[in-house]
């Protein structure tokens, strides 16, 4: 039973997480919230491990909770679900583009759709920052302002953030710099 609800539950994200793999973290939150199978922080942890591996990010997260939840053979069905709207769709769509391009109505769809979109990345990118830099608990437990801020990871999310726009480097280089940080500092 645990295989066929993975498959659904990645299924209907598959299909609605229109804009790539970011968009697939609002989906995961409400995952984690509805069926208990990981804690909402281990999400800044998937995406970590999806963005460090090869492959799409949302298909690594897929991969990743499934295996958690059920095994590798849970891994294979949450990536199908995941996969096949998306196979489906373009299968579709590529026999009838020649049909389709330059409709209006299309046209104006996609145009529609990028806000929407980009409303899902920003909110996305927000509940990572949220969970990595944030003590919302401890706040919301003392009120105290400098209680809300993890100050070393911020510090730290600045000096990274400055790297990149100096130097410039391939993703890699932080992303090996930021494993040692974590490491050494016990982030």
């Known amino acids: 039973m645990i295989y066929l609800q993975l498959f659904w539950e990645f299924l209907q994200i598959g299909i609605f997480?229109?804009?790539?793999?970011?968009?697939?973290?609002?989906?995961?939150?409400?995952?984690?919230?509805s069926t208990g199978w990981f804690p909402p922080s281990l999400i800044t942890d998937m995406v970590a491990i999806s963005e460090s591996t090869p492959g799409p990010i949302g298909i690594n997260m897929a991969t990743y909770?499934?295996?958690?939840i059920a095994g590798i053979p849970g891994g294979i069905i949450a990536t199908l679900g995941e996969v096949l709207p998306s196979v489906v769709i373009v299968s579709v769509v590529s026999m009838y583009l020649t049909k389709f391009r330059g409709n209006k109505?299309?046209?104006?769809?996609?145009?529609?759709?990028?806000?929407?979109?980009?409303g899902l990345i920003v909110a996305a990118g927000l509940s990572v920052?949220?969970?990595?830099?944030?003590?919302?608990e401890l706040y919301k437990q003392t009120g105290a302002i400098l209680d809300l801020f993890d100050l070393?990871?911020?510090v730290f999310f600045v000096l990274v953030f400055a790297a990149i726009k100096k130097f410039k480097l391939h993703p890699i280089a932080y992303i090996a710099c930021a494993a040692v940080v974590g490491i050494l500092l016990g982030f």
């Open 17 to 33: 997480a229109v804009g790539g793999g970011m968009a697939t973290i609002p989906f995961l939150q409400h995952l984690s919230e």
């Open 65 to 68: 909770v499934g295996c958690a």
């Open 105 to 118: 109505l299309v046209d104006s769809a996609f145009y529609g759709l990028r806000p929407a979109v980009t």
């Open 129 to 136: 920052a949220q969970v990595a830099m944030f003590r919302t």
């Open 152 to 154: 070393k990871k911020l």
